[in-house]
């Protein structure tokens, strides 16, 4: 796995936590995948030493892997990027990079196919909170690759090893992508509130219907109010991993961040610890419907 340094010491890019086995096979074929819940900022960020850090971290998902603990009672596998997704976004395409971030553009050795110019989302983010630049600076090809290679590639090469020893070993594979947004769109967007829940399933080509009707009437068995495909359809990750036609399914969650975040201090709300009961509710119900498939 990859490696990244955090006040001076070495640690891991990403997780994985395994699930329960028996006789070698994974008792259920769930994969929990957690892209955006990194809080591990590298040494070598380099980011506008004039953003604080509440604003530097507004990106992040933070929390959503807390919210999902009981994956640990109930067995399940997980993944995680220890890394802020302002670091290198892995729900991005490798090739979703703005030539205007880089010191030498005509020299990366990869292709630039920038989706999110306008917004500063694209694999390298260049602004946070729709306007302030997260650089002050320009990137080199060489710290770029570097993320790539040490982040982008582990996590990837992990969530399709994962996924191809469910698929092995019991014939299918499900996966559940964990995400927060912010409570109102942008301004560009107009800024409406938006949904408790949105789940993505590229408008029902990542996974299975059945599927899809599982997570969403769990939340919605939570009292929540769920819509499928509003606000988000899926990234990267649903691209890359969603084909049901060969019995490999994927969903992305996402969950409104002032149901259990303060958006501006970062802080967790006193509703922290009934989302996490709800989450650990809606995941034992999804976690029942992947093992009623695989048997």
Known sequence: ??????????????????????NGQL????????PHSGDAYPDDFGANPALPFEVLDFPNDKFVDQL??????????SVHANFPRSYIDVNRHQHDIDAAMLEDSEGWYGRMQPTGLKSGTTLFWSRTKEIYDLYDRKLSNRELKQ???????????????????MRTQQGCAY???????????????????????????????????????????????????????????????????????VDQHILQVEIRRDLYLNEDTREKTQRFEQMQQDCGAALSQ??????????
Not at 68 to 77: C, D, F, H, M, S
Not at 147 to 157: E, I, K, N, S, T
Not at 286 to 295: E, K, L, W, Y
């Open 1 to 22: 796995m990859g490696s990244i340094r955090v006040n001076g010491a070495t640690q891991a890019s990403i997780t994985l936590e395994q699930g329960n086995s028996s």
């Open 27 to 34: 008792d259920t074929p769930l994969l929990l995948s957690f």
């Open 68 to 77: 999902y603990l009981a994956r640990i009672e109930l067995g399940l596998t």
């Open 147 to 165: 993320r790539l290679a040490q982040c982008f590639v582990p996590y990837h090469q992990t969530i399709t090893s994962q996924v191809e020893a």
């Open 175 to 245: 996966v559940l992508d964990c995400h927060s947004m912010t409570q109102n769109d942008t301004k560009a967007r107009g800024g409406k509130q938006r949904p408790q829940i949105d789940i993505g399933d590229r408008r029902g080509q990542a996974c299975s219907a059945a599927y899809t009707e599982c997570v969403a009437d769990a939340f919605s068995d939570q009292g929540y109010d769920v819509t499928v495909n509003e606000r988000f359809v899926g990234g990267e990750m649903i691209v890359r991993y969603g084909w049901p036609e």
């Open 286 to 295: 999804i976690a029942g419907f992947v093992q009623q498939q695989s048997n």
